[in-house]
């Protein structure tokens, strides 16, 4: 499965934003896809997960109450939405595939997309 980001960009803090995450191929039912984060000179963060089937999603601390993952099953697309968007939510986001629910860590998630740019000015 090949994964490709979009949608990042720079916005003022306080601003939106959506990013969206098109998988190519087949994602199993059983699948969570997952959003993470890396701001220069950090290490690579999750963000938000949501299971394929149904829906169900978690979330980082940091983000829980401002963004919102999504999907659309029939386009094998993720999206994240993005709100009250902070200087410290700059970094490249990622979006990945992975096979065990509920799980934060990088190591857990096969796939990945080549990220994209978020950049939040204060």
């Known amino acids: 499965v090949q994964l490709v980001e979009s949608g990042g960009g720079l916005v003022q803090a306080g601003g939106s934003l959506r990013l969206s995450c098109a998988a190519s191929?087949?994602?199993?039912?059983?699948?969570?896809m997952g959003w993470f984060r890396q701001a220069p000179g950090k290490e690579r963060e999750f963000v938000a997960g949501i299971r394929w089937r149904g829906g169900s999603t978690y979330y980082a601390d940091s983000v829980k109450g401002r963004f919102t993952i999504s999907k659309e099953n029939t386009q094998n697309t993720v999206f994240l939405r993005m709100n009250s968007l902070e200087p410290e939510d700059t970094a490249v986001y990622y979006c990945a595939l992975g096979s065990q629910w509920g799980t934060r860590l990088v190591g857990a998630f096969g796939s990945w997309g080549q990220g994209t740019q978020l950049t939040v000015s204060s």
């Open positions: 191929g087949r994602v199993f039912s059983s699948s969570t």
